[in-house]
């Protein structure tokens, strides 16, 4: 697989990243059985073998036993880690989690960020986390306060690059503005289904800043995949994506993975799947070499009408 860089970083990303959010099949802890560990290890092996070298984490998903199950996979494959990038995140606390009475919130605070932190680090069984993210903009993060957990977090070798997830522009340059390195990455949603941070300025302003667009539910979450029923707009889009999967000789995935790869700013897609064919679909997307017409078709369809 291709490789590109991740912000102003030193490090290099295959263009494809796997998601590891669903490695597990469930969030419902009843339900994580020793089968679904195996499944989720033998994913991570299938994803390792088709050539990802990039694996996207966050502190929340299935409560912690991603990065958990991830960490067994580590251990289980000496030497691998240093052939890998691992991304995770922090900043969401669920309802009651506190106290009584504490609401679902978002929680940048220093106290926070370092005990996610510690606990992200002791699940994954790794002495850095290469690329740690803020995972939703919290209204009452405190630029400053921020800039010195990271400073503290960097120095200590615990973190080597920061970035952030679903972030505006003037967020990210808010925060940007108080910090002593750059961030080197901003992880959105961006699918056709999304078009909004291609044409407001979004992936824009991060490429003027050289901070690298992530996107996680690339295939819209599985809705591009559903039957269209009665809408126009979505049928022609299906349509024009299964055309042109298969004048490029890959998967309606594969076409989604490359029409996001075709825009000038790299836009990496974060795939996951626990289907060893699936995560192969997606690795195919990254060799296809798609034209300014191909693209356009796509884009055209997800607008749903012509440009002026």
Known sequence: MQTAAIGQSELRSTRVIYGCMRVLGTWNRAEMTAQRRREALSALEAAVEAGYNHFDHADIYAHGESERVFGEFLAGNPGL?????????????????GGPGAPHRYDFSRDWIERSCETSLRRLGVDTIDVYLLHRPDVLMDPDEIAGVFDR???????????????????????????????????IEVHPLRLAPIEDGTIDDLCRLRITATSWSPVAGGRLFAAPGDDPKLARLVSVLDE???AHGVSR????????LRHPATILPIYGSRQPQRIRDAVAGDAVVMSR????????????????
């Not at 995935?253 to 996001?260: E, F, K, M, S």
């Open 244 to 246: 042109e999967a298969c």
């Open 81 to 97: 880690r240093e052939r890998l990038i691992i991304t995770t995140k922090c900043g969401i606390r669920w309802e009651g989690e």
């Open 153 to 187: 977090l960097h120095a200590s070798g615990k973190v080597r690059h920061f970035g952030v997830s679903n972030f505006t522009s003037s967020q990210t340059a808010l925060l940007q503005s108080r910090l002593s390195r750059p961030l080197v990455c901003n992880q």
């Open 253 to 260: 995935t594969g076409i989604l993975i490359a029409w996001l």
């Open 293 to 308: 017409e191909s693209w356009y078709r796509i884009y055209l369809a997800a607008r749903g009408k012509a440009l002026s």
